[in-house]
């Protein structure tokens, strides 16, 4: 496995979701963590922890959270690793 380069916290807005039909905001949202944490870790290569994709389909598809706090780990392969961070 990589060894870790650089490590960041963020609180990821998911209010975009809502503009799409009911029954795709949580596809949506699984989508906006991805280009959001491509963008700003500049990595194409994103893996989304079990844990994110639990919490945003915890309330159904038609209804993901305004937002989801993230830890973002960038491996020195550019892979970018996403889990839950803990809320503080």
């Known amino acids: 496995m990589a060894e870790k380069m650089e490590e960041h916290v963020y609180i990821i807005p998911l209010r975009d979701a809502r503009r799409m039909p009911r029954w795709k905001r949580s596809n949506g949202a699984i989508k906006d963590i991805r280009k959001y944490l491509a963008k700003h870790m500049k990595s194409e290569d ?3 922890d079990q844990g994110i994709n639990e919490k945003v389909w915890s309330r159904g ?3 993901p959270p305004s937002k989801i706090r993230v830890r973002a780990m960038k491996m020195e392969d550019g892979q970018v690793q996403a889990e ?3 809320e503080s």
Do not use: E, F, G
């Open 46 to 48: 994103v893996k989304l």
């Open 61 to 63: 598809s038609s209804k």
């Open 84 to 86: 839950l961070a803990p």
